[in-house]
């Protein structure tokens, strides 16, 4: 009995948290008479491609796209370097300062990101002065601050896979002559490569539905603006064009899909591995 229950409760979750996503490329097929409907329908007779086309043949939208696909890999690669070389040492090596470090982690987490938008703008355009391609209106701000988002996590998650590779693993190769960046590349790394695989699809989600910092930092060069900012041109002042915002909306999820299925087993293995910790 109690079996069937959590099954119905999981089936039920799982519906309301799909329906959303179900709707949307619903939507994004409706002719826009259905969608404007006084009465709703949860389908359609009539799919059409129109919305797509008209997502599609925004302006830029090929510059917005690849735009996104630059920033999220950044981060997902930077992040999930620095996040390890960081992992190994708060996890292998003690030293005074290594819990108030963790615990700034934290505080970093807990803070909400609308309020650090300004800080950061100012931030970024005084940085912007003395190191070239990461000021305002470049794609590097962008970068630098999500790395700064995903770290905290990462670094949090990768601790608990780095603490469950016994010591013993890393002893043993340094009496065989091995180097620690041997140690650190061929054996400790493949090791945690599930935990890195999980803090990839956080940091690859992140960054690539990030609207507040897209629209902060990128002001007046439209070239180097994201995706996200491509679903403003489908807000209109007088009538929302909202077939276009579901198709484009549609197409940004796209990317997430293919990412979540390309890394999904790595993904389970590695949340395994944190609840285990």
Same mark, same amino acid.
């Given at each position: ?11 039920l979750?799982a519906?309301?948290?799909v ?9 994004a097929?409706?002719?826009t008479?259905e969608i404007?409907s006084?009465d709703?329908?949860?389908?359609t007779l009539?799919?059409?491609l ?7 043949g925004?302006?830029?939208?090929g ?8 920033v999220?890999?950044?981060?997902? +690669?930077?992040?999930? $370097?620095?996040? #390890?070389l =960081? *992992?190994v040492?708060?996890?292998?090596y003690r030293f005074r /300062? ?9 505080i970093a987490?807990?803070v ?11 931030q970024i355009r ?10 305002l209106?470049t ?5 630098l ?8 996590? +990462?670094i949090?998650? $990768?601790?608990? #896979?780095? =603490? *469950? ?8 190769a /340094?009496?065989?002559?091995a180097?620690?960046f ?5 054996i400790l790394?493949?090791l945690?490569?599930p935990?890195?695989a999980?803090t990839s699809v956080f ?14 930092f990128?002001i007046?060069?439209?070239?180097n603006?994201t995706l ?6 489908f807000?209109?002042p ?10 484009a909306?549609?197409l940004?999820?796209?990317p ?13 293995s590695g949340l ?6």
């Open positions: 009995m109690r079996r069937r229950v959590a099954d119905t409760v999981a089936i979750v519906l309301v948290t329906f959303p996503i179900y709707w949307m490329v619903l939507s097929l409706k002719p008479g404007l006084a709703p329908r949860p389908w009539h799919p059409t129109d919305h797509f086309r008209s997502a599609l925004v302006s830029g939208f510059r917005y796209f690849l735009n996104s696909l630059v999220a890999l950044a981060v997902v +690669a930077l992040s999930a $370097l620095v996040a #390890f =960081a *992992a040492a708060l996890t292998r /300062t290594r819990s108030t470090i963790l615990v700034l982690f934290l987490q807990m909400p990101v609308e309020a650090l938008s300004i800080p950061l703008f100012f005084d940085l912007g002065r003395t190191v070239p391609g990461v000021g209106n794609l590097g701000s962008l970068v601050v999500q790395l700064a988002f995903s770290l905290p996590f +990462a949090w998650m $990768l601790r608990g #896979f780095v =603490a *469950a590779v016994p010591p013993e693993v890393e002893e043993a /340094t009496m065989d002559g180097s620690r041997t140690i650190l590349w061929r790394f493949p945690i490569a935990g890195l999980a940091s690859f989600i992140t960054a690539w539905n990030d609207f507040l910092f897209a629209k902060t990128i007046s060069a439209t070239e603006q996200p900012a491509a679903l403003l041109v807000f209109k007088d009538e929302n064009d909202w077939g276009g915002i579901m198709a909306s549609t940004m999820t796209v997430v899909l293919v990412f979540f299925v390309f890394v999904r087993r790595r993904l389970v395994g591995g944190a609840v285990k910790d």
